[in-house]
Each structure stands twice: as structure tokens, then as C-alpha cells.
């Protein structure tokens, strides 16, 4: 997934559509933060906790995948 967020960023100096690869760092940061709350902080031992965070960042990426796309439309 980093490698991907990396590929995505030197897309966007290429020239390539910068919401498009905005929206992809987003989504893998957003897959990157799942895996961290689940495997490396134990939380899927906890589903109700679990299930808590993934709303809260899921909720907060929507936000910043709006504020991020909007002012380019």
C-alpha cells in the first residue's frame, strides 16, 4: 500500500489527474490505518472499539476526500 501511495504522489507531478491520485493516496492511507488499528494496535480482538474507529477515520477521509475534490470541480 505504500508503494501504491508513492506510485499515485510521482503520478501527480507527471502531469497525470491530480483528484484521481488524490482520492487513491486518501483511500490507501485510509486502508493503511485499518490495518494498523487491527493488526498492530489488537483492536480486531475488540469489534465494538474496532468498528467505532473505522467510522470515526472513515467519516474524517470523506471529509478530506471533499476538501481535497471540491475546490477542483
Sequence with gaps: MS???TVAAFS???GLAGPFAGSVILLL???KARVV???YLGLSAAPFW???FKLV???YMLL???L?????L
Aim: avoid cysteine; glycine fraction near 12%.
Design 3 to 5: 508503494l501504491a501511495s
Design 12 to 14: 501527480v507531478s507527471a
Design 29 to 31: 492511507a485510509y486502508l
Design 37 to 39: 488499528l487491527a493488526q
Design 50 to 52: 474496532y468498528r467505532g
Design 57 to 59: 477515520i472513515g467519516g
Design 64 to 66: 478530506l476526500l471533499s
Design 68 to 72: 481535497y475534490v471540491i475546490p477542483n
